[in-house]
């Protein structure tokens, strides 16, 4: 799709251009618009779905060399006619029989610049006689612009304070790992391994003169210190 806007700039043309896409085209995600001066405006193409490429440049360069001329575009399975009425670019999509009569006789006639087989358009200066089949050429050449569905603010506001927080929760649960002062853990301990358990192994250590004076688990397993009865 086509159209023309006079008397803007270009910022003004390319958000006129997005605009119209996203409330015409039924899935923006897809879609490619681009915008491109011509006399005293900008002329602005969109398209759904397809690899993203203009014909703007090779179009406004033919309008602009043959302001007297018919423009034909393909446009999926149908034909975009464009002419200047008034100073200004018009057109619309040809119906579909007549987009299908169109792209027979474009078939039969030779490009004026290499297509390598894809997709091109021709404009037919108003000087051409039917004998004459070597028209201008509109090719697919400059990338365009995607139109991306925008993100709400509410939603970026919610997204922005959830990565904050998750940022907040893995410095505070890093800075609790590594602290030199976390809760020791409890051990768990078997039967065997209770203090109750460790009375005969501490009578093997001790005399007739000796006693146990400290019992302790330390490393896995229980040490028993002795001393000497005065």
């Not at 446009?75 to 119906?95: A, D, I, K, Q, W």
């Not at 894809?118 to 004998?131: E, H, N």
């Amino acid at each position: 799709m086509y159209g023309f806007l006079e008397g803007v700039e270009r910022r003004d043309a390319l958000a006129y251009a997005r605009s119209f896409a996203r409330r015409t085209l039924k899935t923006s995600e897809r879609c490619w618009y681009a915008v491109e001066p011509l006399w005293t405006g900008y002329l602005y193409e969109v398209h759904e779905g397809g690899p993203g490429r203009s014909f703007l440049p090779d179009l406004v360069t033919e309008l602009d060399a043959n302001p007297g001329g018919i423009a034909l575009v393909p446009s999926g399975r149908r034909v975009f006619e464009l002419t200047v009425r008034n100073g200004r670019p018009v057109g619309g999509l040809l119906p579909e029989a007549k987009s299908r009569q169109v792209q027979l006789q474009m078939a039969a006639m030779r490009p004026t610049a290499k297509v390598d087989g894809r997709a091109y358009g021709l404009v037919i200066p108003p000087w051409v006689t039917p004998d004459q089949v070597r028209l201008r050429t509109i090719r697919p050449t400059r990338r365009m612009r995607r139109v991306s569905t925008p993100v709400s603010v509410p939603l970026a506001l919610s997204a922005v304070g959830f990565a904050a927080g998750l940022g907040l929760l893995t410095t505070g649960g890093g800075l609790y790992y590594w602290s030199p002062h976390r809760v020791p853990r409890p051990q768990l301990l078997t039967v065997d391994q209770m203090p109750h358990r460790q009375w005969e192994k501490a009578l093997a250590t001790i005399g007739p003169d000796s006693y146990v004076s400290k019992l302790e688990f330390r490393d896995g397993r229980w040490t028993i210190e002795t001393a000497t009865a005065r």
